[in-house]
């Protein structure tokens, strides 16, 4: 019997351990965020197991293959471990404390530091990791034809960037805010933000080389997989006024990561710590409201990226707008537009992006005086052109009356109306095309 030429994939043969999958969400595109991701995914895991099954996932997955006689058995399994852990997932659990911050006796003390619910959006994913961590390092796989057995909950924006929950500020909440850090770094982050739409992982992945300052406006290359696994590429604008503040904070290392404290600092570290300080200035301005579904405050550091949406399609349309926050449904649609049009919508954007209504008037000022000297060229040159007409009908009426008096067969009379005539139909040609040259 003749055999194909096949060969086992020494990927597949190896075995996976917990290390292996979270340090491979590092490896594929050197996010950090992602990382930082597959760590809360097995975080949780570990508690679901601990508290309902009284042992870890990996325990779990051995006990499921040891006892399950065939592959039927095996997947009804798995389908009940995973449908127990969405249940899980949509309960509060107080009797679990999370150890947060340096101090971790000291916050288990803090009983609002319990394991929360997750929203509705964000089980899927979730358990799409959580399924894909048992395939990887449990052995255990599971159709995607029996995965829809899993009772994932329903929810009405499905699939859109609804888990994205934030309230965007308006010029004077962010004004506010900023009064409050005064952190020169923060600052320079918040407006960075502001503009651009970055997320606060991705604002921290953001090196020195990334900026270009010799371009007007000035750019910021975006980071080829975003923290939501989309692809893109291209750049985004700043303001002069926030590439101002950027620049302060270059230290001459093309590697230097721009607004962390220093590069040694983690990027969950560096996450925390400005949540850290725009939460105690949100609580200072009363700021403190919540999403009754989730817990969840309305006013965080997304709202900067919100914001810079929100103020985008005041000038454009929503479609731009959700182009240049680079959601996946209109990313392509966005790079349809020339480079031109991508940066005449931005400076469209401009005087909404700003914060300070001091620069929104400057900005309106600066474009009021550009107009006007546009307006002021345009005038000359039609003068000019008025001008030169002029002149030119003048020496032409001299020449077509000194032509046609040399024909004996013309009066006087006949040769005036004739060159009149002539004379008006060139100059109804002319007025033609300075009308629409003005």
């Not at 994913?125 to 029996?146: A, K, L, P, T």
């Not at 649609?333 to 929104?360: G, M, P, T, V, W």
Request: positive net charge; glycine residues 4%.
């Amino acid at each position: 019997m003749k055999k194909p030429s096949l060969t086992v994939n020494p990927q597949l043969t190896e075995t996976y351990t917990r290390e292996r999958w979270i340090s491979e969400g590092f490896e594929r595109n050197g996010s950090e965020s992602a990382r930082d991701s597959r760590k809360a995914i097995i975080s949780r895991l570990d508690h679901y197991c601990l508290k309902v099954h009284k042992m870890k996932p990996e325990q779990v997955f051995e006990w499921m293959k040891k006892e399950a006689k065939t592959s039927e058995t095996l997947t009804q399994y798995a389908i009940d471990f995973l449908s127990r852990y969405v249940k899980f997932c949509q309960e509060d659990h107080p009797d679990i404390i999370m150890n947060k911050g340096r101090n971790p006796d000291k916050n288990r003390q803090n009983k609002q530091n319990y394991l929360k619910k997750l929203h509705n959006n964000s089980i899927l994913g979730n358990v799409s990791r959580s399924r894909q961590f048992m395939s990887q390092v449990g052995g255990i796989r599971i159709h995607n034809d029996d995965f829809k057995r899993v009772p994932i909950p329903i929810t009405v924006k499905k699939g859109t960037y609804d888990d994205e929950e934030a309230e965007p500020l308006t010029a004077q909440q962010a004004k506010d805010v900023i009064s409050i850090v005064k952190n020169q770094r923060s600052v320079a982050l918040y407006n960075f933000m502001n503009d651009t739409g970055f997320r606060i992982s991705e604002a921290g992945m953001v090196v020195d080389s990334d900026f270009d300052f010799n371009v007007s406006p000035p750019t910021v290359k975006i980071p080829k997989v975003s923290v939501k696994g989309v692809l893109s590429k291209g750049v985004r604008y700043m303001r002069s006024s926030t590439a101002y503040k950027v620049r302060r904070l270059l230290n001459g290392n093309n590697d230097h990561f721009t607004f962390r404290h220093d590069d040694k600092q983690t990027l969950i570290a560096f996450r925390n710590a400005e949540y850290k300080k725009i939460k105690l200035a949100y609580d200072k301005l009363g700021m403190i409201q919540k999403y009754e579904d989730t817990g969840r405050r309305k006013y965080n550091l997304h709202s900067w990226r919100k914001r810079c949406g929100t103020e985008y399609a005041r000038s454009n349309n929503e479609s731009m707008s959700d182009g240049y926050l680079r959601h996946s449904k209109y990313l392509a649609q966005y790079h349809l537009n020339s480079k031109d049009e991508r940066i005449e919508a931005f400076r469209r954007a401009e005087i909404d992006l700003e914060i300070d209504e001091s620069q929104k008037l400057k900005v309106k000022n600066q474009r009021l005086e550009k107009e006007k000297l546009e307006l002021e060229e345009k005038t000359q040159r039609i003068e000019k052109l008025e001008h030169n007409q002029s002149r030119t009908y003048d020496v032409l009426e001299q020449f077509m009356t000194a032509f046609l008096k040399q024909d004996k067969d013309h009066d006087e009379e006949s040769v005036k109306n004739a060159v009149k005539e002539q004379i008006e139909f060139m100059r109804s040609v002319d007025n033609k095309y300075l009308t629409t040259e003005n």
